[in-house]
């Protein structure tokens, strides 16, 4: 074992490197108070829990339509929105990373969980979910 890692120092290092990449990765998904939630987990929520659920997109996209009982709120908005701690939230927007932004920003706030909906609105979409305020 020993002479096949002194063989193979450039493999064995691209190993440790990814089994630590990978370990790190991992842990912050599963300590995060930020979490991914996708679109059946937010269809169970949605019935089974009172939760805000929040829309970041421009008013005219949200407008075309949005999830049943979604606000839109600007990303510009999240500092200032008004929300109590003990709430649960849930975020959505074009891209993942608008809706990690604001789900981290409420976390800050004190928002005792905090979701995003992986893949945004597109994901929702593609899986023929449901929207309101079709036009």
Same mark, same amino acid.
């Given at each position: ?19 630590? !990449? ?16 996708? %679109? ?25 339509? %949005?999830?049943?009982? &979604?606000?839109?709120?600007? !990303? ?16 959505? &927007?074009?891209?993942?990373?608008? &809706? ?36």
């Amino acid at each position: 074992m020993l002479e096949f890692i002194a063989n193979n120092i450039i493999l064995f290092v691209a190993l440790i490197i990814l089994l630590f !990449l990978i370990i790190n990765l991992e842990s912050k998904l599963v300590f995060s108070k930020v979490k991914p939630i996708s %679109h059946d987990e937010l269809t169970k929520l949605l019935n089974s829990a009172k939760i805000t659920l929040l829309d970041l997109r421009e008013k005219k996209e949200y407008s075309n339509g %949005h999830i049943f009982s &979604a606000k839109n709120i600007a !990303l510009t908005e999240v500092d200032t929105f008004k929300i109590k701690g003990e709430s649960t939230v849930v975020t959505y &927007a074009s891209s993942d990373s608008d &809706a990690q932004k604001a789900a981290k920003a409420f976390v800050s706030k004190g928002v005792k969980e905090a979701f995003y909906l992986e893949g945004g609105i597109n994901s929702w979409i593609e899986n023929n979910m449901p929207l309101s305020g079709e036009k």
